[in-house]
């Protein structure tokens, strides 16, 4: 904000007509608006009186006309030269503010081009859109796969039950109708607004407003949405344009996450694909091998499964893939956990499991935590298979007990998977391999 008095003081023409004008019996003096002024002797900035022009006169071989055409003429250059400075300082003041708003943009590029996760990412955008505005409420929404609804994938200050709960229909409220129109919206104040639902609890309360989309050329993806600053005022077109410079960025971190997401996920059932484990797999051995770690491969597969597509047909045989794919997830770590397990189909009716930072016994018990949920999980078609349910059979195998090497780690477990096949099948096996 200009500073009307910094701007006043040291006005340059003030010093000049003092010095040429005194010896005609004028000298001017500038004195702070203190109370109502003629407006032939104000001073003012964008038509508000910000300082009063005071004149001494003295004995003068001038007349009085003229006395008072040399004082219009001051204020006049003295007005023109104050509303100069106010330009330049508001100039700079933008250009300066465009600085650091760049800066703060490139820092978020910075750090926001390093994540692949698109629930890492949804999250960072959040968080930096929050600290940027120093907001108190916020949310990122996603449209859906059909395009016709919004879902919160982050949010901050929002109930915890928010997250994958909360839903809003294309075009409906004030998100859905910027995800289908593909403009921002700024409410200042929304308490009295009518599209606003209030609250259901006083410390929600809601005063301000931006919902701007995130859009890829013509693309909407989501939207980005701020409420409430901290300092209680309310948004203003400064920031409706820093958060769309940001929901730019936003949403093309988003897709780059998204399309990379696609590359390393089996699209059947949501879980890694062979490329991604393998790549994952080499990284962790040297990891574990270079901190004294333990990583554990259970590999398994679904027991007859050539028979169960026979008798009952692809179609249930994906529904069955998926079936044990959702198995698995639940019965290991997840993001939510300090050490998340890798989840992956391997091909075909093949799954891995790797765990990281466990003992052999342990990676048994989950094995057969997910051995015993998939035969007590009630599959259709499952009473076609030989033993009239759907089962697998599982391999373990760890390093560094039983290889020094991906492959190595690999082998083993197949080698132990095919033990629990020649056992009988629908049972867990651990790898008896040594490392020459």
Known sequence: ????EELLSGLVALESFNERLRSVGLEFAIHPVSEAVSEDLSLEIVGVPVAELRVTRSSSPLDEATQNNLIDLVREQLQAELMLRYELQN???????KYEELTVLYESAETVATVMNLEEVSQLILDQAA????VTHASLMLLNDEGDTLEVVAAKGLREDTVGKVAVPLGEEISGKVALTGKPILIEDLRDHPEIDRPSRAEEEWTSLISVPLKVRDRILGVL???NKLSGEPFTSGDLKMLMALAQLAAISIQNARTYQNAITDRLTSLYNYGYFREQLDRLITDCRDKSDTLCLL???IDHFKNFNDVNGHELGNVCLVGVASLCMENSRQAGDRVPDLVARYGGEEFMILLRGVTLQRAEEVAERVRDAVQNRNFP???NQPTGRVTISIGVAAFPAHADSGDELINSADEALYEAKRGGRNRVCISQSTKV
């Open 1 to 4: 904000m200009v500073n009307s």
């Open 91 to 97: 100039t700079l003041e933008e250009l300066i503010s």
């Open 131 to 134: 600290d940027i505005l120093d």
């Open 225 to 227: 949405n701020v409420n």
């Open 299 to 301: 590999m398994f597969d």
């Open 381 to 383: 078609g499952g009473e």
